[in-house]
């Protein structure tokens, strides 16, 4: 997932969404430069912020 703003990317499980596609992610990691830097767990993300969801199997 890649927000507004900044050029780090979340991965993370989708839990739940709503209308709004505010996200609720568990297990989440942050991606800077191709490299997994910090795991931050639990985290909501508010859907005006998202730039593109890339789902991963």
């Given at each position: 997932?890649?927000?507004?703003?900044?050029?780090?990317?979340?991965e993370?499980?989708?839990?739940?969404?709503?209308d709004?596609?505010?996200?609720?992610?568990t297990?989440t990691?942050?991606?800077?430069?191709?490299?997994?830097?910090?795991?931050?767990?639990?985290?909501?993300?508010?859907?005006?912020?998202?730039?593109?969801?890339?789902?991963?199997?």
């Open positions: 997932m890649e927000m507004k703003g900044d050029k780090n990317i979340l993370g499980i989708l839990t739940s969404a709503d709004y596609l505010n996200l609720y992610l297990s990691t942050e991606i800077v430069d191709g490299e997994r830097k910090r795991v931050l767990g639990s985290v909501i993300l508010r859907g005006n912020n998202i730039v593109m969801i890339n789902p991963v199997n």
